[in-house]
């Protein structure tokens, strides 16, 4: 990897601010991926201080990825329409305030609403930032950089759960918020100093009718999941916005095939790749993207680790992903995207089924060795999955597939999450909610997400042999999980 400082550039005054510029995407992706991860640790402690149950906290998570997942398809339009400058710095401060009325949350249902305004900043901040550096940077130059700009989204994941375990202990839970607040503000002046300011394009009409119809799908098939746990809804009302949510999805699919620019049109699916990688993304992901959810709260709520401890625990599943990416390459040139993926699902779903057997009794060395495994199999799956979804698309399909593959890993990390919520309220229903029958209802929500990815295997399977075989400088695309 090449610091911003060592890029090709010359040294006068216009491309030091380029050097900047790079920094100022890359600390804006890494605000984004870091407050993705650094609520999972300190969950019991906002549940204590907010009169909640830990095992009820997983609207926390959802609200931020599912308001991220709906603000994506609009952000390129946005960028175009306000130009990338100011939707930038309006990021900036909508992620700071966002991080601000979290920290001063008195109730679960009020730091939710929160996480809503923090998410929408989070979701303008990497797509606006990777188009600046699209228009920014010559072509030549474009790959480097924005394998720079990918870099701090791996370590945001990677300090997020011991950092925010840490601040709970030393502090309170609502420093990781906190902490946002003058990064915030002096990325905000440092974007009006140094980002240049295009103008406001010509752009088309916005598709609002379209985009209204996929945000409510969206919208209403996560709430539902939510809805079976943290939420509380019975179940009519919960067949009810799976109904409306399934119909209005429907809706924007007519209505995208009979519009000349739609938000995503019909015929990015006639690309096979693309088509198999988008719903192997969304549903390995629906059983994998749980985790870093469910494990710091196994470790606190039935195994008596601080939320320093749960987040230190953490640390052995990022570092053997960020060590996985250079193995991944090789594998997939000698052994096709389809054997990989196949096998590589299988193994993702085993790791994760593999945690029933997680108890207070468990040898630490045996419990960090599981947690590496299920990091190395589970960063070969995202950096396999994403090249495999792009790899295919000519120039004019780019840009839009790019922000489709966004917005379903957002989508598929919030209803995973969603997902493994209800299925642990309802096996701690079933088997009790005190000591030993908590840790069965984690057991078996382990058993039950494992067996949601394996089943995820059969996507890839479908795979033609010539879109199995990848190029090299496919297998080398830039990855930020």
Same mark, same amino acid.
């Given at each position: 990897?090449?610091?911003?400082?060592?890029?090709?550039?010359?040294?006068?005054?216009?491309?030091?601010?380029?050097?900047?510029?790079?920094?100022?995407?890359?600390?804006?992706?890494?605000?984004?991926?870091?407050?993705?991860?650094?609520?999972?640790?300190?969950?019991?402690?906002?549940?204590?201080?907010?009169?909640?149950?830990?095992?009820?906290?997983?609207?926390?998570?959802?609200?931020?990825?599912?308001?991220?997942?709906?603000?994506?398809?609009?952000?390129?339009?946005?960028?175009?329409?306000?130009?990338?400058?100011?939707?930038?710095?309006?990021?900036?401060?909508?992620?700071?305030?966002?991080?601000?009325?979290?920290?001063?949350?008195?109730?679960?249902?009020?730091?939710?609403?929160?996480?809503?305004?923090q998410g929408a900043g989070g979701a303008l901040l990497?797509?606006?930032?990777?188009?600046?550096?699209?228009?920014?940077?010559?072509?030549?130059?474009?790959?480097?950089?924005?394998?720079?700009?990918?870099?701090?989204?791996?370590?945001?994941?990677?300090?997020?759960?011991?950092?925010?375990?840490?601040?709970?202990?030393?502090?309170?839970?609502?420093?990781?918020?906190?902490?946002?607040?003058?990064?915030?503000?002096?990325?905000?002046?440092?974007?009006?100093?140094?980002?240049?300011?295009?103008?406001?394009?010509?752009?088309?009409?916005?598709? #609002?009718?379209?985009? /209204?119809? %996929?945000?409510? *799908?969206?919208?209403?098939?996560?709430?539902?999941?939510? !809805? &079976?746990? $943290? @939420?509380?809804?019975?179940?009519?009302?919960?067949?009810?916005?799976?109904?409306?949510?399934?119909?209005?999805?429907?809706?924007?699919?007519?209505?995208?095939?009979?519009?000349?620019?739609?938000?995503?049109?019909?015929?990015?699916?006639?690309?096979?790749?693309?088509?198999?990688?988008?719903?192997?993304?969304?549903?390995?992901?629906?059983?994998?993207?749980?985790?870093?959810?469910?494990?710091?709260?196994?470790?606190?709520?039935?195994?008596?680790?601080?939320?320093?401890?749960?987040?230190?625990?953490?640390?052995?599943?990022?570092?053997?992903?960020?060590?996985?990416?250079? #193995?991944?390459?090789? /594998?997939? %040139?000698?052994? *096709?995207?389809?054997?990989?993926?196949?096998?590589?699902? !299988? &193994?993702? $779903? @085993?790791?994760?089924?593999?945690?029933?057997?997680?108890?207070?009794?468990?040898?630490?060395?045996?419990?960090?060795?599981?947690?590496?495994l299920f990091g190395a199999v589970n960063s070969m799956?995202?950096?396999?999955?994403?090249?495999?979804?792009?790899?295919?698309?000519?120039?004019?399909?780019?840009?839009?597939?790019?922000?489709?593959?966004?917005?379903?890993?957002?989508?598929?990390?919030?209803?995973?999450?969603?997902?493994?919520?209800?299925?642990?309220?309802?096996?701690?229903?079933?088997?009790?909610?005190?000591?030993?029958?908590?840790?069965?209802?984690?057991?078996?929500?382990?058993?039950?997400?494992?067996?949601?990815?394996?089943?995820?295997?059969?996507?890839?399977?479908?795979?033609?042999?010539?879109?199995?075989?990848?190029?090299?400088?496919?297998?080398?695309?830039?990855?930020?999980?």
């Open positions: 990897m090449t610091p911003p400082s060592s890029l090709p550039l010359p040294t006068d005054p216009q491309q030091q601010s380029l050097r900047i510029l790079l920094w100022l995407v890359a600390v804006g992706f890494f605000m984004q991926t870091l407050d993705a991860t650094i609520v999972n640790t300190a969950l019991p402690a906002m549940a204590r201080s907010l009169g909640e149950s830990p095992l009820r906290m997983q609207s926390v998570v959802v609200a931020y990825s599912l308001t991220m997942a709906m603000l994506i398809p609009a952000s390129g339009w946005m960028a175009d329409r306000f130009g990338t400058r100011r939707v930038y710095v309006a990021a900036i401060l909508l992620f700071v305030l966002g991080s601000v009325l979290c920290a001063m949350a008195p109730s679960l249902s009020m730091l939710v609403a929160a996480r809503v305004v990497l797509p606006v930032g990777r188009l600046v550096v699209l228009k920014t940077f010559p072509r030549e130059r474009f790959l480097q950089a924005m394998s720079f700009v990918a870099i701090p989204g791996l370590i945001g994941p990677l300090i997020g759960p011991t950092l925010g375990g840490w601040l709970v202990e030393v502090v309170s839970w609502h420093w990781i918020f906190l902490i946002n607040v003058p990064v915030g503000i002096v990325g905000a002046l440092a974007t009006l100093r140094y980002m240049p300011g295009q103008p406001a394009a010509a752009v088309p009409r916005f598709d #609002l009718a379209g985009y /209204l119809m %996929l945000a409510f *799908g969206m919208v209403a098939l996560s709430l539902a999941l939510d !809805g &079976l746990s $943290g @939420l509380g809804l019975r179940q009519a009302s919960v067949l009810v916005l799976m109904i409306f949510g399934l119909a209005s999805l429907t809706a924007y699919w007519l209505h995208a095939l009979r519009r000349p620019d739609p938000l995503f049109s019909p015929s990015l699916f006639q690309v096979g790749s693309l088509r198999i990688g988008l719903l192997g993304n969304l549903f390995s992901r629906l059983g994998s993207s749980c985790m870093p959810f469910l494990i710091p709260l196994l470790l606190q709520v039935t195994m008596g680790y601080s939320p320093a401890q749960a987040g230190m625990m953490m640390l052995p599943v990022a570092i053997a992903s960020m060590s996985m990416k250079r #193995l991944t390459t090789p /594998l997939i %040139l000698r052994y *096709g995207y389809r054997r990989v993926l196949v096998v590589n699902t !299988g &193994l993702v $779903g @085993l790791t994760m089924a593999s945690f029933m057997l997680a108890s207070p009794g468990q040898p630490l060395a045996l419990r960090i060795l599981q947690l590496a799956q995202f950096t396999a999955m994403n090249t495999l979804t792009l790899k295919d698309l000519g120039p004019a399909m780019a840009s839009s597939g790019n922000s489709l593959l966004s917005m379903v890993q957002m989508l598929a990390m919030g209803m995973g999450v969603a997902a493994a919520g209800a299925v642990l309220a309802a096996f701690t229903a079933y088997f009790g909610g005190d000591g030993l029958q908590t840790l069965q209802a984690f057991h078996a929500t382990f058993v039950c997400m494992g067996l949601i990815t394996v089943a995820s295997a059969g996507i890839f399977w479908q795979l033609a042999a010539d879109e199995s075989r990848p190029t090299r400088t496919e297998a080398e695309m830039p990855d930020a999980g």
